[in-house]
Structures are given as structure tokens and as C-alpha cells.
């Protein structure tokens, strides 16, 4: 069996946590909180809980450490100093910052003796597995990435912090027009906006300026200033009836020429019901390959694009290549 730590138990711990329930070769071993640990409950028969403080201890009984944390302050600082006692898994997701965040965690695992894969999930992860894929086999094309309609947390939280704001949800969604003339091969150049809408529901608090909020909403810069933006000023139970999901995905589409200048279109496209549940399966299937890679001897950091597929599966090579190949 692997035995499997989680650090952090928001919505992407509980999402590992019931993600290994469908997996046989996996078990949890302990579940790390900065909270006090006698008021976390958490749904595993017997696993202990622990203050994040005494990972350490854990050392010689978990094989791989799932890091939940946030990429904006969690995982800079606790990826490296989980290295140094863990073989580890993260879902860091600032792109801009990937190339930093990889050495300063190859930096701490290399010296350990340990193995990490950094930035798993679907974008950065199997999103990214499939820009490189079509690139590769379609050298002369363009790559396409829409997003949603899906929850944007990071875009929600943006509106939850402005003045006179009580909740807010955000959904990016793809401009069909857009979608439309890439699938038929027309590879245009797309602007932020010609990509993607942004639709806001909001919850106001009572007397609070709804114009001003939405000014400040449409003109903040690096979230909706470089969008078409909708906002909708909603009731705090409208909003927990009607908008309490997490829901997202999208699609990558390559399109491109053969050196015979044949048009083809790839595309990959994921549809989720939950964002954070989703994303916490494709971390626990790279916890695997951490697993078998680390037995194997490997050590330092590693994305994606280093992970053999078969090391993914439960199943044997004998078994993908009888069944799937």
C-alpha cells in the first residue's frame, strides 16, 4: 500500500481524501492542519489528525505528502520544507512563477534524497500535457486555451474583498464566436477579451453602493479590466440556491497544417462537475507515480511532462497493453 499525508484540508484536502477511497493500493496515513486538530473532523475511520507542526514526526510512515495548500503564500513556503522530510505532490498553479517554485522545490528535494512532482492538476497539468503533445505533432499551428463556464475562486475572492461586498461567485466563460472560428481552422488572433466573458453574482450588504461596487468590479486591473464583464446583484440566499457548486473545465484546441499542408484540429475539453474533486483525482493518480518513481531510487523535482502514463494506472504494463493499448 502507498500511504498517503495530506497537508491542508480545504476544499482540495477533503477532495484527496475522497479520492483515495477509490484507489486499493492507496491508504491515508495522517491529515496535517494549521487549525487546532481537535476541531477538524474529517470522514477516515482511525486516520489521526495532527498539527502541521509535528509532520515531521511522520517521517518514516508516509510516502508521499499531498501539499493542499494555496499558490499565492501556502505552497513558496511550505513546498521546500516538506521536501526536506517528504516525497511530495502540489497543485501550484501560478504559471508565471512555475520555473521559480520547480527550483527552489528541486533545490530542497534533490538535497533530501526525496522526489516531488510540482503544479499537477488540470491547468496547470493535463492541460498543459496536451499543448505540448499537439505542438509537437503539429509544429506549424496555434494553440488555444478557453476556460469555463466554470467558478473562478480566484476571481471570486477578488470581488469578496471589495468594500460593501458580503459573497460573490464569478464564472469565466468562453465567447462561442471565439470557440467556433478556432474548431474550423480559421487560427485566429484572439485579444482577453475576444476569448473570454466574465459574469459576476454578487451580494451586496443593505444601503451599500451597487454602482460603485460595480465600477470597481469592471475596472480591476489583471481580473475584469481587460474583459467584457456582466454584474448581477443578487440575494445572499439566490446566491447559496442557485450558485453553490464549483464547477468548471474548458478546452485546449491545437490547429495546425501537415508538412503537406493537410488542415487538423486537436482538441481536449473537460467538463466538472467540481473543480477542486476533479483536481484532487489527477494529484492522487501522480501521488502513484511519485510512489513508484521514488522506489525506484529518483530524486529531485519533476511536472508533468516527466511522468511516464503507465505510471499513473493501478494496473500492470501487461495488463494496459492487453486492455488499452
Known sequence: MIRVGISGYGNLGRGVEAALTLCPDMELTAVFTRRDPKTLQITTPG?????????AAYADRIDVMILCGGSATDLPKQGPVYAKLFNTIDSFDTHARIPEYYASMDEALQSSGHIGIISVGWDP?????????????LPDGDDYTFWGRGVSQGHSDAIRRIPGVVDA??????????????RAGENPTLTARQKHLRECWVVAEEGA??????????????????????????????????????????????????????????????????????????????????????????????????????????????ELRRTML
Request: hydrophobic share 40%; with cysteine; charged share 20%.
Open 209 to 318: 453602493d451597487r454602482a460603485e461596487i460595480e465600477r470597481h468590479i469592471v475596472t480591476m486591473p489583471n481580473y475584469f479590466d481587460e474583459y467584457d464583464t456582466t454584474v448581477h446583484f443578487i440575494s445572499l440566499e439566490e446566491l447559496r440556491r442557485d450558485h453553490s457548486g464549483m464547477p468548471h473545465g474548458g478546452f485546449v484546441i491545437r490547429s495546425g497544417k501537415t508538412a503537406q499542408g493537410e488542415a487538423c484540429t486537436v482538441e481536449y475539453s473537460l467538463k466538472l462537475g467540481s473543480n477542486p474533486q476533479f483536481t484532487a483525482s489527477v494529484i492522487v493518480a501522480y501521488a502513484r507515480a511519485a510512489a513508484r518513481l521514488a522506489a525506484s531510487g529518483e530524486t529531485g523535482a519533476r511536472t508533468v511532462f516527466d511522468i511516464a502514463p503507465a505510471l499513473l494506472s493501478p494496473k500492470s504494463p501487461e
Open 47 to 55: 486516520v489521526p489528525v495532527a498539527a502541521e507542526a509535528e509532520a
Open 169 to 182: 461567485k464569478q464564472y469565466t466563460v468562453p465567447v462561442e464566436s471565439a470557440v467556433a472560428a478556432v
Open 125 to 137: 497539468g493535463l492541460f498543459s500535457l496536451n499543448r505540448m503533445m499537439a505542438g509537437a505533432i
